[in-house]
């Protein structure tokens, strides 16, 4: 049988990367981003879209999957509005990005893949527009699963807990995997092989491992930061003076040290600021790089993420891997669907090695 998948929100491709890993091609990704594509394609080798979502037809996706036996379409829709740091909650469907995954529905309906998935933050499965999508794929003849799921327990070394849905219209159904990891990846499993490096600077062979720079006050605040520990460690003259309101005390975990034996926390968009959370090295007096960021999101040591020479834009690769669905999660969903298959595809593979 031949297997055909597309990626809807493809970014740079950590779905795409893990999916292919898995043993499922994907011929390309949509993505209306197209700072996103040489990424894609350079570490993914195949087709990248530039296209808003609300102008993809299912004529487009049909023709991409056109001749496969199996259909497959995945996409993680932007979580941003149903992130638990949405500042505004109470009127999330306001965000700009709410409705997208009433496209991605409506693709589904259009393209009638035989396999879809679904990822995205634990949140949306209080939001109508996601019992709308379920109610849709019922609707379409899919048998739908869905669970929340810490990615740590399938080796991501991060505490990320993620909604991931599989449906599917074939006789058997698709369910992910069970964990995988007894024991996680810790902070030092994943990055502490790296070189040393200081606030403000690049390392001379992977121009990834940059740091960014730190003010002479944060600086100071860092060097007074104790790995696990919070703000409540500086002097006080040191401290921010939100950190004295009743709302500011409860904010323990920025300007915080990660730990080496444990998990990271959870990559966001803003990884890169000593400020933004718990992104204090373990040992060292700067905030997380680039690199180290994408490892602990699960992506390779050595995936590009700009061509050779260009200059560094550090807040826009951030936005780049803290969006990205971890490969290794991609992985397991890839599974997860190879093990819903006939078992004859699955000895045609292991017969071509």
């Keep these: 049988m031949e297997i055909k998948a597309v990626d809807l929100f493809c970014g740079v491709g ?6 292919q890993k898995a043993g499922i091609p994907v011929i390309g990704g949509i993505d209306i981003d197209g700072s996103c594509e040489y990424a894609y394609t350079r570490n993914n080798h195949c087709q990248f879209i530039k296209e808003n979502i609300e102008e993809v037809t299912g004529k487009e996706i049909k023709t991409l999957l ?7 379409l995945v996409g993680c829709a932007p979580c941003q509005p149903f992130s638990s740091h949405q500042k505004d909650k109470q009127h999330r469907s306001r965000h700009k990005d709410w409705k997208l995954l009433y496209q991605f529905s409506r693709l589904v309906k259009e393209a009638r893949p035989h396999i879809v998935s679904m990822e995205n933050v634990p949140e949306i499965k209080n939001e109508t527009v996601f019992d709308d999508f379920v109610n849709t794929l019922k609707s379409e003849g899919y048998t739908v699963n869905y669970q929340i799921v810490n ?13 991931i849905l599989l449906a599917s219209r074939r006789k058997n159904e698709v369910v992910l995997l069970p964990p995988t990891h007894g024991t996680y990846v810790t902070v030092k499993d994943a990055i502490g092989m790296l070189p040393r490096i200081s606030a403000g600077e690049e390392n001379n062979i992977d121009p990834l491992h940059i740091a960014s720079a730190l003010s002479e006050k944060n600086m100071q605040r860092i060097q007074h930061s104790v790995p696990g520990g919070t703000w409540r460690d500086w002097p006080d003259a040191l401290k921010l003076k939100c950190h004295q309101t009743e709302k500011g005390k409860s904010y323990a975990s920025v300007y915080g040290r990660m730990r080496w034996d444990e998990l990271s926390p959870t990559i966001t968009t803003q990884f890169i600021g000593y400020g933004t959370g718990r992104f204090g090295h373990p040992e060292q007096d700067r905030a997380l790089t680039l690199r180290e960021g994408a490892i602990l999101q699960s992506f390779p040591p050595d995936y590009q993420f700009v061509p050779q020479g260009e200059a560094i834009q550090i807040r826009k690769i951030a936005r780049h891997i803290g969006n990205a669905v971890p490969p290794r999660l991609g992985e397991i969903i890839g599974q997860s669907i190879m093990s819903s298959l006939p078992k004859e595809r699955k000895k045609v593979k292991d017969t071509n090695g």
């Design 14 to 19: 950590g779905l795409t990367f893990g999916l």
């Design 66 to 72: 056109r001749g496969a036996d199996i259909k497959i």
């Design 151 to 163: 990615v740590a327990d399938y080796g991501v070394p991060q505490r990320r807990k993620r909604l």
